[in-house]
């Protein structure tokens, strides 16, 4: 239903050239996926879905498209969306937002743990309410949400858009788990601070900086980052675990109070790095010390770049 | 007479090949699916449908590599090579489409200037390849020139009949090395007809397919079609997955680390894809994202064929399951326009 | 286009290994502009002194170790190989830090690498030189080729320009050139500028002014990539063909050799099958990316 409204009310946009450009989701060329659809055309809106896999942040694709655009949003989108608002990288009246209360996306890999299968071995995956139901060799297999959604999505804050101009469906009420979204964390926190280090190093012997997670985010619009600078060389561009592992810490760094905790990163590292551990834990830094929540309001100011007289934190006065 | 082995005896012909060489297999003990050295029991990965999420490039082009070392002593400097202790290697567990990709990359490496590093391994390394049995969606090899069970580049094949593998003896390393091996099995003809009805079904389970036929002429006459570029590219975030896990890229960047007058210089995975790849001081040729999605594409699929006769692909499917934005270079390939050349 | 044939090529590996360099020491350092400057150069390995050979057109990689290595053609000419040189602008890392080195300090350099300018193809013919800025750093190398065997060509005209006079390069080079009565030097720059008495304006322009025939005869082009394109066309409306167009082109490198795929265009690499190539065999090509 919301995808029918959705195809309709981007077809007039373009018609009626209210918008310049559509961003939404299509499907994808493999099963449980979908892919981003960036178009001009009228025709192409009829490919446009709502689903279990719209798993991108679209908001990353705002930085680099020229003239108004027409976006599909989740919750996450457009924290995304308010937060480049705020810092000016794109005109609230340039955009045409089409709000998607999202229920939360489901995370193949999770899926792919718990059945014990390659996706491709998945015959058909489909949620009704708080269960999502896996068919697999003839059978059908049920799991809570809570099990297979990604922990992003269980953590969400958002889930339905408070700046859109299209309401495509039923607002949601956000619902977050932290307890089961912060495992990954919690885990980590118990370690001691040599185990964690030991751990990190491990991690990040992986990375072979293909710099997908920094490419994926819509905060990090940088022209040039800094792992491309040469003087100073800040960073070797060579995949090292030290060099990898200040990559990320610089990077956390510098989305700090722009980062929205979609989880991008984490979902598109090929290597299996558990990157929103790290972000998220800037994300609850930023909400701890500035009782700032990125993307929440266009018209606040951008956390970093500005400095109250009567700052909250104690370690600043 | 055909040999073979069963698969609950795959572990003691590993540790058997292990005395002379150093054993690599596939494993996810790292976090990862890549080739590691093989930890003397885990077999699990006779399970795999899939290929590693890491190509067996790494093994011969690693991510990070030594050239030399430098050092610069009271004669001035001196240049030292890195000490290459020639251990025999054996690549257990390649799959054909990783296995031809090699003989892709051998095309570059051994023309004319030969490279050291990658030939030298190239030449101490074994390769035992597992015929695949399932084919995964994202897999397309059998329209680039191999297939599921296609032994042409590798030492040996196991073929997968059931209980265990028929051995396909295909070098002459690969035939020294079966005969040299203890405790293989003598194969019946009932399990060389297995072997054929395996390969046969393999073969019919790949369903992604991909025309490439004039698919060189059609990207030179498109050379020029910024707006079927630009959409091509348009959803492509400019990362590095598709480059550096696909098994025919071979792009590095060389940079010197040096501590006191002393260091060495490496030479790491590169892509085309990223931003500053051409970047030079005064322009950057290929600063536009449509220009960079061009040169990945017809570089696999026109130069490459127009140097060494063959399409840089070997349809392993990696890119296309890998990609964050699920870009896919079979929908690619069949959306170049036929144009006539210079024809707008 | 066609991979190039490298058997031909002089090769000098350090140790078999095609990436390792040999150690050279810098003997005489010129100041050419501000930012320029041409480094003279032999090898510490005296037997490899006295047998490197290389042609006009090729380049090497020059190290500074540590901080890594950076490509420049070779600017001095093989028929005059008592030492060797290159020309550096300072534009980045490697670069700066090479301006920072003396005389009697250690480099590493890799090469001859790269294919060369066809001579057989200019004997006999006039020669159309056409440089701007630190481009003339390989055509001097052709330049004083052709003029030690001076018989064997034709007439010789130069254009060569710098956006300032500051920035003209090798006028030590100009000031021979402009005394030899075989060649016809002709040097501008830019914008007007104050004790300049010369011509002045943008080298593709001049060339049209200077307007050199076309009948059996052949440009070479060396200069910032904008300076090439608007070239080109000046050339071709003077009668020239493709065929007798020929330039270097200039790409991000790292390996030299062929491997590491940044300076792929096409079918070739530019350090390997380039950098000269005719405007015949890029025209496919160069027009999206130049």
């Given at each position: 239903?919301?995808?029918?409204?959705?195809?309709?009310?981007?077809?007039?946009?373009?018609?009626?050239?209210?918008?310049?450009?559509?961003?939404?989701?299509?499907?994808?060329?493999?099963?449980?996926?979908?892919?981003?659809?960036?178009?001009?055309?009228?025709?192409?809106?009829?490919?446009?879905?709502?689903?279990?896999?719209?798993?991108?942040?679209?908001?990353?694709?705002?930085?680099?498209?020229?003239?108004?655009?027409?976006?599909?949003?989740?919750?996450?989108?457009?924290?995304?969306?308010?937060?480049?608002?705020?810092?000016?990288?794109?005109?609230?009246?340039?955009?045409?937002?089409?709000?998607?209360?999202?229920?939360?996306?489901?995370?193949?890999?999770?899926?792919?743990?718990?059945?014990?299968?390659?996706?491709?071995?998945?015959?058909?995956?489909?949620?009704?309410?708080?269960?999502?139901?896996?068919?697999?060799?003839?059978?059908?297999?049920?799991?809570?949400?809570?099990?297979?959604?990604?922990?992003?999505?269980?953590?969400?804050?958002?889930?339905?858009?408070?700046?859109?101009?299209?309401?495509?469906?039923?607002?949601?009420?956000?619902?977050?788990?932290?307890?089961?979204?912060?495992?990954?964390?919690?885990?980590?926190?118990?370690?001691?601070?040599?185990?964690?280090?030991?751990?990190?190093?491990?991690?990040?012997?992986?990375?072979?900086?293909?710099?997908?997670?920094?490419?994926?985010?819509?905060?990090?619009?940088?022209?040039?980052?800094?792992?491309?600078?040469?003087?100073?060389?800040?960073?070797?561009?060579?995949?090292?675990?030290?060099?990898?592992?200040?990559?990320?810490?610089?990077?956390?760094?510098?989305?700090?109070?722009?980062?929205?905790?979609?989880?991008?990163?984490?979902?598109?590292?090929?290597?299996?790095?558990?990157?929103?551990?790290?972000?998220?834990?800037?994300?609850?830094?930023?909400?701890?010390?500035?009782?700032?929540?990125?993307?929440?309001?266009?018209?606040?100011?951008?956390?970093?770049?500005?400095?109250?007289?009567?700052?909250?934190?104690?370690?600043?006065? | 007479?055909?040999?073979?082995?069963?698969?609950?005896?795959?572990?003691?012909?590993?540790?058997?090949?292990?005395?002379?060489?150093?054993?690599?297999?596939?494993?996810?003990?790292?976090?990862?699916?890549?080739?590691?050295?093989?930890?003397?029991?885990?077999?699990?990965?006779?399970?795999?449908?899939?290929?590693?999420?890491?190509?067996?490039?790494?093994?011969?082009?690693?991510?990070?590599?030594?050239?030399?070392?430098?050092?610069?002593?009271?004669?001035?400097?001196?240049?030292?090579?890195?000490?290459?202790?020639?251990?025999?290697?054996?690549?257990?567990?390649?799959?054909?489409?990783?296995?031809?990709?090699?003989?892709?990359?051998?095309?570059?490496?051994?023309?004319?200037?030969?490279?050291?590093?990658?030939?030298?391994?190239?030449?101490?390394?074994?390769?035992?390849?597992?015929?695949?049995?399932?084919?995964?969606?994202?897999?397309?090899?059998?329209?680039?020139?191999?297939?599921?069970?296609?032994?042409?580049?590798?030492?040996?094949?196991?073929?997968?009949?059931?209980?265990?593998?028929?051995?396909?003896?295909?070098?002459?390393?690969?035939?020294?090395?079966?005969?040299?091996?203890?405790?293989l099995k003598a194969a019946p003809k009932s399990d060389e007809a297995a072997a054929e009805k395996s390969r046969e079904t393999s073969y019919n389970k790949v369903v992604r397919q991909l025309d490439t036929k004039g698919i060189k002429d059609k990207l030179l006459a498109s050379f020029d079609d910024e707006e079927f570029w630009e959409q091509t590219a348009a959803k492509c975030i400019s990362c590095g997955i598709c480059t550096l896990l696909c098994p025919t890229c071979y792009c590095f960047d060389i940079n010197d680390e040096t501590d006191k007058g002393e260091g060495t210089r490496f030479r790491s995975w590169d892509s085309c894809g990223f931003s500053v790849y051409t970047k030079m001081p005064m322009e950057n040729p290929r600063s536009e994202k449509w220009r960079r999605v061009r040169q990945k594409v017809c570089h696999k699929y026109e130069f490459y064929p127009m140097a060494f006769d063959v399409i840089a692909c070997t349809g392993c499917g990696r890119c296309i399951r890998l990609c964050p934005v699920n870009w896919d270079i079979t929908q690619v390939i069949e959306s170049v326009p036929t144009k006539v050349k210079g024809a707008k | 286009m066609t991979v190039s044939d490298i058997s031909k090529r002089p090769q000098f590996f350090a140790q078999d290994n095609v990436y390792m360099p040999h150690i050279a020491v810098i003997e005489k350092i010129i100041e050419e502009t501000p930012g320029v400057r041409t480094f003279h150069f032999n090898f510490k390995d005296k037997k490899l002194a006295k047998e490197f050979r290389f042609e006009s057109g090729q380049f090497g990689q020059y190290s500074v170790f540590g901080l890594g290595e950076a490509t420049f053609c070779i600017s001095s000419s093989p028929?005059?190989?008592?030492?060797?040189?290159?020309?550096?602008?300072?534009?980045?890392?490697?670069?700066?830090?090479?301006?920072?080195?003396?005389?009697?300090?250690?480099?590493?350099?890799?090469?001859?690498?790269?294919?060369?300018?066809?001579?057989?193809?200019?004997?006999?013919?006039?020669?159309?030189?056409?440089?701007?800025?630190?481009?003339?750093?390989?055509?001097?190398?052709?330049?004083?080729?052709?003029?030690?065997?001076?018989?064997?060509?034709?007439?010789?005209?130069?254009?060569?320009?710098?956006?300032?006079?500051?920035?003209?390069?090798?006028?030590?080079?100009?000031?021979?050139?402009?005394?030899?009565?075989?060649?016809?030097?002709?040097?501008?720059?830019?914008?007007?500028?104050?004790?300049?008495?010369?011509?002045?304006?943008?080298?593709?322009?001049?060339?049209?002014?200077?307007?050199?025939?076309?009948?059996?005869?052949?440009?070479?082009?060396?200069?910032?990539?904008?300076?090439?394109?608007?070239?080109?066309?000046?050339?071709?409306?003077?009668?020239?063909?493709?065929?007798?167009?020929?330039?270097?082109?200039?790409?991000?490198?790292?390996?030299?050799?062929?491997?590491?795929?940044?300076?792929?265009?096409?079918?070739?690499?530019?350090?390997?099958?380039?950098?000269?190539?005719?405007?015949?065999?890029?025209?496919?090509?160069?027009?999206?990316?130049?």
């Amino acid at each position: 239903m919301m995808e029918k409204k959705l195809r309709q009310e981007a077809k007039a946009l373009l018609e009626q050239k209210r918008v310049d450009w559509i961003v939404g989701f299509e499907s994808g060329s493999l099963k449980f996926t979908t892919t981003p659809l960036i178009t001009r055309n009228v025709a192409d809106t009829e490919r446009l879905v709502i689903n279990p896999f719209i798993t991108n942040n679209l908001a990353n694709f705002l930085t680099e498209i020229e003239g108004r655009v027409g976006i599909v949003a989740k919750g996450c989108e457009s924290r995304s969306i308010v937060s480049l608002i705020q810092d000016n990288k794109v005109d609230r009246e340039d955009l045409v937002i089409l709000a998607v209360p999202c229920p939360g996306i489901i995370d193949l890999a999770k899926i792919e743990r718990l059945v014990g299968k390659d996706r491709d071995e998945l015959d058909d995956i489909t949620r009704d309410g708080d269960k999502v139901s896996v068919k697999v060799d003839g059978k059908k297999k049920d799991f809570a949400v809570a099990d297979v959604l990604f922990d992003h999505c269980l953590a969400c804050e958002l889930p339905t858009p408070t700046e859109y101009d299209i309401l495509l469906g039923e607002p949601r009420q956000p619902t977050p788990d932290l307890k089961v979204s912060g495992q990954n964390i919690a885990g980590l926190k118990a370690l001691t601070s040599a185990e964690r280090w030991t751990k990190w190093q491990d991690e990040m012997s992986r990375c072979i900086r293909c710099y997908a997670c920094r490419n994926v985010c819509p905060a990090c619009f940088c022209e040039r980052c800094f792992v491309e600078e040469t003087e100073p060389q800040w960073v070797m561009p060579m995949p090292q675990w030290p060099d990898n592992l200040i990559f990320q810490v610089i990077r956390n760094i510098h989305v700090a109070g722009r980062c929205t905790d979609c989880g991008e990163c984490e979902r598109v590292c090929p290597v299996n790095i558990p990157l929103r551990s790290l972000t998220r834990e800037m994300y609850d830094i930023v909400d701890e010390l500035f009782k700032f929540k990125s993307g929440m309001d266009k018209d606040a100011l951008p956390l970093m770049v500005h400095y109250e007289q009567e700052e909250a934190e104690e370690f600043f006065k | 007479m055909a040999k073979k082995i069963s698969k609950k005896d795959i572990a003691q012909l590993l540790k058997t090949w292990s005395q002379q060489f150093t054993v690599l297999a596939p494993s996810r003990a790292s976090g990862v699916a890549e080739m590691a050295e093989w930890d003397g029991k885990d077999t699990s990965f006779l399970d795999w449908y899939r290929n590693t999420t890491v190509p067996p490039k790494a093994s011969f082009l690693p991510p990070m590599e030594e050239m030399f070392r430098f050092r610069k002593g009271e004669e001035g400097y001196q240049v030292e090579p890195p000490s290459s202790n020639g251990q025999r290697q054996l690549l257990f567990g390649i799959r054909p489409c990783d296995a031809r990709a090699m003989a892709i990359l051998d095309m570059t490496f051994e023309d004319a200037y030969k490279d050291p590093y990658y030939l030298e391994k190239r030449k101490n390394t074994v390769l035992v390849s597992l015929g695949c049995t399932n084919p995964c969606e994202s897999c397309f090899c059998t329209s680039m020139g191999t297939g599921p069970t296609d032994a042409s580049n590798v030492d040996i094949m196991l073929i997968d009949i059931g209980d265990g593998f028929l051995i396909e003896e295909v070098t002459d390393k690969g035939k020294e090395l079966v005969t040299q091996t203890k405790g293989l099995k003598a194969a019946p003809k009932s399990d060389e007809a297995a072997a054929e009805k395996s390969r046969e079904t393999s073969y019919n389970k790949v369903v992604r397919q991909l025309d490439t036929k004039g698919i060189k002429d059609k990207l030179l006459a498109s050379f020029d079609d910024e707006e079927f570029w630009e959409q091509t590219a348009a959803k492509c975030i400019s990362c590095g997955i598709c480059t550096l896990l696909c098994p025919t890229c071979y792009c590095f960047d060389i940079n010197d680390e040096t501590d006191k007058g002393e260091g060495t210089r490496f030479r790491s995975w590169d892509s085309c894809g990223f931003s500053v790849y051409t970047k030079m001081p005064m322009e950057n040729p290929r600063s536009e994202k449509w220009r960079r999605v061009r040169q990945k594409v017809c570089h696999k699929y026109e130069f490459y064929p127009m140097a060494f006769d063959v399409i840089a692909c070997t349809g392993c499917g990696r890119c296309i399951r890998l990609c964050p934005v699920n870009w896919d270079i079979t929908q690619v390939i069949e959306s170049v326009p036929t144009k006539v050349k210079g024809a707008k | 286009m066609t991979v190039s044939d490298i058997s031909k090529r002089p090769q000098f590996f350090a140790q078999d290994n095609v990436y390792m360099p040999h150690i050279a020491v810098i003997e005489k350092i010129i100041e050419e502009t501000p930012g320029v400057r041409t480094f003279h150069f032999n090898f510490k390995d005296k037997k490899l002194a006295k047998e490197f050979r290389f042609e006009s057109g090729q380049f090497g990689q020059y190290s500074v170790f540590g901080l890594g290595e950076a490509t420049f053609c070779i600017s001095s000419s093989p028929t005059r190989p008592d030492h060797l040189e290159f020309a550096v602008q300072k534009v980045g890392r490697v670069t700066n830090a090479m301006h920072r080195l003396g005389v009697g300090a250690e480099i590493g350099f890799r090469g001859p690498y790269g294919n060369s300018f066809p001579l057989n193809a200019l004997k006999g013919q006039n020669l159309v030189f056409v440089g701007g800025g630190i481009g003339l750093a390989p055509l001097r190398s052709l330049i004083w080729n052709v003029i030690d065997n001076r018989d064997k060509y034709k007439k010789i005209d130069i254009v060569y320009g710098a956006r300032t006079p500051a920035d003209l390069c090798f006028r030590y080079d100009l000031e021979a050139w402009d005394k030899d009565k075989t060649i016809n030097m002709v040097t501008t720059i830019d914008r007007e500028a104050e004790g300049w008495t010369g011509k002045v304006g943008m080298v593709p322009k001049v060339l049209e002014e200077v307007a050199p025939s076309a009948k059996d005869a052949v440009a070479i082009v060396c200069g910032p990539p904008i300076m090439i394109r608007f070239t080109f066309p000046v050339l071709e409306k003077l009668g020239f063909k493709p065929a007798q167009m020929i330039t270097t082109l200039e790409k991000r490198m790292k390996c030299g050799i062929g491997k590491c795929g940044r300076c792929n265009i096409g079918d070739v690499y530019v350090c390997r099958d380039g950098p000269v190539f005719s405007y015949e065999q890029i025209k496919d090509f160069v027009s999206s990316e130049y």
